[in-house]
């Protein structure tokens, strides 16, 4: 079986930093995405990992555990406009190396 | 210019009426996925095509079919549409190399 999991949502404050953490049980393992959703808009790509380390990407930096099943999305110096839904989504191994996605964690910035 | 589109965008309909949802991508990717989005359950698959003649049902297939009329295009249909079919349905393609999915920006499907 697949099971994704994610905190359902958090609150931090603009300017601070926020870790926003994804557990991960896959049959195969190849590679965890991030995306960003804004309420009603399409998921926006934010960073890929497949080796175990972290990934910096200006003010998003994205970890990998792949022995502990675990990824994390850092967010820093926080802007209004980070409040959004982020994604976990697996990619699976086998011919099709499907993606599943977790149910998201809404994020909240206030000033 | 938008990369991945959908039409229509949002879309009110009864139920036992067919709805044909198009998607339309100018990436140059083989690879089209149809996924819906229901609050609390994430994106969940229902068809991908890896290309013109290759098309898969997802976890979710029952009450579906695709069409994928050209490399660029791929249509998601309703064939008898019912209330639990609301959700948001979104079209995505991806490049075979490296996987990553891009996003149409959405169709918002009301059965009533």
């Known amino acids: 079986g697949q099971n994704i999991d994610q905190p359902t949502e958090m609150t931090a404050t603009e300017g601070a930093i926020v870790q926003i953490n994804c557990t991960y049980q896959t049959s195969g393992f190849n590679g965890l995405f991030w995306y960003q959703q804004h309420a009603g808009e399409a998921p926006t790509f934010l960073s890929y990992n497949v080796l175990d380390g972290l990934e910096e990407k200006g003010r998003f930096s994205s970890f990998l555990s792949r022995s502990k099943g675990y990824s994390y999305l850092l967010l820093k110096e926080l802007q209004m406009k980070d409040s959004a839904s982020y994604l976990c989504a697996v990619k699976g191994a086998g011919g099709f190396q499907k993606l599943v996605f977790g149910t998201g964690t809404r994020l909240l910035v206030s000033p | 210019d938008a990369d991945v589109t959908q039409t229509p965008r949002n879309r009110i309909t009864k139920t036992g009426k067919r709805i044909m949802l198009e998607c339309s991508q100018t990436k140059g990717h083989d690879r089209m996925y149809w996924y819906r989005q229901d609050p609390g359950l994430g994106l969940r698959l229902i068809y991908y095509?890896?290309?013109?003649?290759?098309?898969n049902k997802g976890e979710i297939s029952d009450g579906y079919s695709v069409s994928r009329q050209a490399q660029a295009k791929f249509s998601l249909s309703l064939e008898s549409a019912i209330p639990n079919q609301t959700a948001l349905y979104f079209c995505?393609?991806?490049?075979?190399?490296?996987?990553?999915?891009?996003f149409g920006p959405g169709t918002r499907l009301t059965v009533l």
């Open positions: 995505a393609t991806s490049a075979t190399v490296t996987d990553t999915q891009y």
């Open positions: 095509s890896f290309d013109v003649k290759d098309i």
